[in-house]
Each structure stands twice: as C-alpha cells, then as structure tokens.
C-alpha cells in the first residue's frame, strides 16, 4: 500500500492500524490476503480515487 498518496489523514491512520492489527493476529496468510489484505487496498484506492479528505472542524 502506498501511504505517500494524498488521503485524510483520518483514513490512513484506521487503515494503518487495521493493516497491523491483520498482520499480528490473522496467522493463515490466505485468509489474511483474501479477506483482509485485498479489501483494505482497495479500500486505499477508493479514498485516493473519491479525493477524501478529513472534515475541518468548525470551532
């Protein structure tokens, strides 16, 4: 996954912590792939694609 592109920083801290959490905990490395691992790149892709970006808070 490449972090380096322009996303919230909102998600790419919840993908980053869900990408660590998988990689602990989830031992079969084909589960992890299939039902971790592919969701959560494209996942990355889509916020990257719909240009999401974190909401201001109005203050």
Do not use: H, W
Request: charge should be negative; include cysteine; hydrophobic fraction near 40%.
């Amino acid at each position: 996954m490449d972090f380096e592109k322009e996303i919230a920083e909102t998600v790419k801290l919840q993908i980053e912590i869900l990408l660590n959490y998988v990689i602990k905990t989830i031992k079969n490395e084909e589960a992890r792939r299939s039902r971790y691992l592919i969701p959560l790149k494209c996942l990355l892709s889509y916020s990257v694609d719909a240009g999401l970006q974190d909401r201001e808070a109005n203050v």
